[in-house]
């Protein structure tokens, strides 16, 4: 739709530019509208959650059975020591052995590899206090002397079994080509009473056999007792959904029925004044005239005069009224688009000493309903104050579209005034100029004046486009 080419403005519009804008209301992202819950995003974020249960479940579950399984074979590994320490080891220990008598050594190292090494026992070791290896099936090791470490001491110091993860990272482990081992070892007595430290050190993939089957049986259970709370609660969620679904289109339903019935009783109250008051005065401005006329043909100057004066009256009021029927119900809003119903509204003010300029962007008309409803009262309040205060003078409406962001400026060259006023009177008086910034609140958009005495008034909204209903994730 065509804009009207723009007149020249006035030295006071002009003028108006100069001053500051004072944001009135301040402008938000407007609400995104979300559509009736589905069924299917609730069912996808209810299979997301058991799926994140699932995942949680399985790592617990992993880190849960290794730190068993370890345990079970620390305490198997301690106990098999003790027996191994108490019917092998003493019976097998000589003090020549603690001496490092090789003959001893040899010795000891027939009774180990026959009684004590196999697939349960991959390494042995006899220490003396002072971390000399007296004794080890890694002939290497045997006469190396290697730092305790504060368990094997405290357990010399204190004797007792002592079993743990071995770290193989050490020094006296560079022979072993196995990730991990289990390390066991405790104090042994010569036949003398000389005290050694025995370690044996067993594989580790049992402890991983047993960490899985744990896992197995531990993740078996929890996944099965969520598949059951899912089915027993599926028929819940559904019903919940069912009837929450059905409460929002009834909420739906009641919003549109008191649209309609808003826009229904306006429609009644036009429609009232228009076949009713409004054709009465036309009538009575008619036989006003009618009697002006006659009075004239008799000579009767004055009294043709007096009924000219009503009849002209009469005729002021039906433009005031046909005015307030635009107010009341712009019909043409939703039938013609912004730009018509504007132009209704600058008919309307023509006729009260104000000359208007417009200036709509084409695109205004396709915006939604309820953008270009606050586009026009916002419009119709700023011409308003115009036409109350300002009149008789120049008005400008600017509509333009930049983007997602439309803006509406209302200037006028009239006599301006200070706004610190609206502060100071915001609850007296000033009915116009509330009934904008409510408009501008209610809708998130930001709403700012410039003005001055003898500058003129300018108003501005600028608009976020709404964005469209989307459905909740």
């Not at 009684?115 to 390494?123: A, E, K, M, Q, Y």
């Not at 004239?296 to 009021?317: F, S």
């Amino acid at each position: 739709m065509a804009s009207d080419p723009p007149s020249p403005r006035s030295p006071t519009t002009d003028a108006v530019e100069a001053v500051p804008w004072s944001v009135r209301v301040v402008g938000r992202a407007p609400d995104v509208v979300p559509r009736s819950l589905s069924a299917r995003a609730v069912l996808v974020r209810l299979g997301a959650v058991l799926a994140t249960a699932l995942v949680a479940v399985t790592v617990l579950a992993g880190f849960g059975a290794q730190w068993l399984a370890e345990r079970e074979a620390v305490n198997d590994a301690a106990q098999t020591t003790n027996v191994l320490a108490e019917a092998v080891i003493r019976p097998a220990l000589t003090d020549a052995l603690a001496a490092g008598d090789p003959a001893a050594v040899e010795a000891f190292d027939t009774v180990v590899r026959s009684t004590v090494l196999g697939s349960d026992v991959v390494r042995v070791k006899i220490w003396n206090p002072q971390g000399q290896v007296l004794y080890a099936d890694e002939p290497q090791l045997i006469g190396r002397t290697f730092a305790l470490d504060d368990a094997q001491r405290a357990a010399l110091a204190s004797p007792s079994t002592r079993a743990t993860v071995s770290d193989l990272s050490e020094d006296e482990n560079v022979f072993e080509d196995a990730p991990r081992l289990l390390e066991v070892y405790r104090p042994v007595w010569t036949p003398s009473g000389q005290q050694l430290l025995f370690e044996v050190y067993y594989p580790y993939e049992p402890v991983a056999a047993r960490s899985a089957e744990l896992w197995r049986g531990f993740a078996g259970v929890t996944t099965s007792s969520l598949l059951l709370l899912v089915v027993l609660t599926a028929p819940i969620v559904w019903g919940l959904i069912r009837r929450l679904r059905g409460a929002e289109a009834r909420r739906a339903e009641l919003l549109q029925r008191a649209v309609d019935a808003s826009d229904a009783e306006r429609r009644r109250i036009a429609g009232t004044l228009h076949d009713g008051p409004v054709q009465d005065l036309v009538a009575t401005s008619f036989v006003a005239e009618s009697a002006a006329v006659a009075a004239d043909r008799d000579g009767l100057t004055d009294a043709a005069g007096r009924a000219r004066d009503v009849a002209g009256a009469v005729r002021g009021n039906v433009r005031v009224l046909r005015s307030l029927l635009v107010d009341i119900y712009p019909e043409s809003l939703r039938s013609a688009g912004l730009a018509a119903t504007v132009r209704d509204l600058v008919a309307t003010a023509s006729a009260r000493g104000i000359e208007v300029d417009l200036d709509l962007d084409p695109g205004a008309d396709d915006l939604a309903e309820d953008d270009q409803r606050l586009l026009y009262r916002v419009a119709q309040e700023a011409l308003r104050n115009a036409v109350t205060h300002a009149a008789p003078c120049r008005v400008r409406i600017a509509v333009t579209r930049d983007g997602g962001t439309t803006v509406l400026e209302v200037a006028d060259d009239g006599p301006g005034f200070d706004p610190a006023v609206l502060d100071l009177a915001r609850d007296d008086g000033h009915l116009g100029t509330r009934v904008m910034h409510d408009l501008a609140a209610e809708a998130g958009a930001e709403l700012s004046l410039a003005t001055a005495p003898g500058l003129g008034t300018r108003w501005r909204l600028r608009l976020s486009d709404r964005t469209a209903p989307r459905e909740q994730p």
